[in-house]
């Protein structure tokens, strides 16, 4: 580094990679912002549908009987703060992956991860049900009650 007018000025390749990332960081804050990123944060169920993709979902959910007991994040994120929102992260990043990059299919379908999401906070909520019935035993909530989060 030297100095010039009382100005340090760095080496060539390190304004390069200064200037990338500004630029990145500019990009993505826009697209952030553009997204209504700061959105998913929150709890309302209406930012599940900001992506034209989630529409049918969210139209589902309206439609089944637990939207006015549920939100999304009811059952799609743990209980636990730090566990929430490191599940929306996760899931915000699988997200605007394939929304961005055009990599989702016409049906979505649950990772395995988000699975044992909804099916432990079926167990929580409805705890004494389950246990009367399944005595503790490896039952899947969904496979009984596909469309009791969204009709279909």
């Known amino acids: 580094m ?5 100005f340090t000025v760095l080496p060539i390749p390190l304004t390069l ?11 993505g804050a826009y697209a952030f912002v553009y997204a209504k990123g700061y959105s998913y944060a929150g709890n309302d169920p209406a930012t599940c549908a900001n992506c034209h993709v989630m529409a049918p979902y969210y139209s589902g959910w309206q439609a089944a009987p637990h939207h006015q007991v549920a939100t999304c994040n009811d059952c799609h994120t743990p209980a636990s703060f730090f566990a929430r929102y490191l599940v929306k992260a ?4 699988h997200h605007s992956m394939a929304f961005t990059l055009g990599g989702y299919p016409d049906a979505i379908r649950a990772r395995p991860e988000s699975k044992a999401v909804v099916e432990k906070n079926c167990r929580r909520c409805h705890r004494d049900l389950v246990e009367e019935i ?3 035993g490896d039952v899947s909530c969904a496979r009984c009650h596909p469309s009791v989060g969204h009709l279909r």
Not at 90 to 93: E, I, L
């Open 2 to 6: 030297r100095m010039s007018r009382g």
């Open 17 to 27: 990679a200064a200037a990338a990332a500004g630029l990145a960081l500019g990009i």
């Open 90 to 93: 996760t899931n915000g990043y």
């Open 134 to 136: 399944a005595h503790g």
